[in-house]
T-cell receptor, first 111, second 114 residues
Framework: SQQGEEDPQALSIQEGENATMNCSYK?????LQWYRQNSGRGLVHLIL?????REKHSGRLRVTLDTSKKSSSLLITASRAADTASYFC???????????FGSGTQLTVLP | EAGVAQSPRYKIIEKRQSVAFWCNPI?????LYWYQQILGQGPKLLIQ????????DSQLPKDRFSAERLKGVDSTLKIQPAKLEDSAVYLC????????????FGPGTRLLVL
């Protein structure tokens, strides 16, 4: 079963705009990770946020985590056409168990 | 540092045939994962190895899928016989350790079963 569910399923924006994707999950987590997948390629790790963190930045990426609401958001600022990809959240339940991936948000950045 | 290697990149077979995929993880990574990703969905874990032992194969359809990781390095995933619903991308990933570690993915093998 997939614990994380991304919202929206698809998002289309103009280059230069910000893109926000959300992830909701059901059970407690140790950490939450975001991955990007370009068409026809494997997944690439973007950022990891631990359960005791509320916000994390990496370049143009900003991730927030609200464990009380069991939700996370990924913000991409000043988007570029190269950001066009699918974005997945993955939850780590801890205790050395495996990551569970959501169904993804398909982001299209129009030039 | 070399990434996760997978081959072949593409495979087309007819139903009831067999197929095998190969994965070579990042050097030194003890944990290796095989995922199945159906179009429009996120990756679903099929099997997880820690060195050459199986940690989790609860979602592996064992009547037709098998996997091995001899010597704790590269791994092979086999499907025999294939069904139409096996059409998907098969992703291999590796991580330094078990648990919620960052995973590094290969490019995947796209399988089409006709």
């Amino acid at each position: 079963s997939q614990q994380g569910e991304e919202d929206p399923q698809a998002l289309s924006i103009q280059e230069g705009e910000n893109a926000t994707m959300n992830c909701s999950y059901k059970t407690s987590i140790n950490n939450l990770q975001w991955y990007r997948q370009n068409s026809g390629r494997g997944l690439v790790h973007l950022i990891l946020i631990r359960s005791n963190e509320r916000e994390k930045h990496s370049g143009r990426l900003r991730v927030t985590l609200d464990t009380s609401k069991k939700s996370s958001s990924l913000l991409i600022t000043a988007s570029r056409a190269a950001d066009t990809a699918s974005y997945f959240c993955a939850t780590d339940p801890g205790s050395a168990r495996q990551l569970t991936f959501g169904s993804g948000t398909q982001l299209t950045v129009l030039p | 540092e070399a990434g996760v290697a997978q081959s072949p990149r593409y495979k087309i077979i007819e139903k009831r045939q067999s197929v095998a995929f190969w994965c070579n993880p990042i050097s030194g990574h003890a944990t290796l994962y095989w995922y199945q990703q159906i179009l429009g969905q996120g990756p679903k874990l099929l099997i997880q190895f820690q060195n050459n032992g199986v940690v989790d194969d609860s979602q592996l359809p064992k009547d037709r899928f098998s996997a091995e990781r001899l010597k704790g390095v590269d791994s092979t995933l086999k499907i025999q016989p294939a069904k139409l619903e096996d059409s998907a991308v098969y992703l291999c990933a590796s991580s330094l350790r078990r648990g919620g570690e960052t995973q590094y993915f290969g490019p995947g093998t796209r399988l089409l079963v006709l």
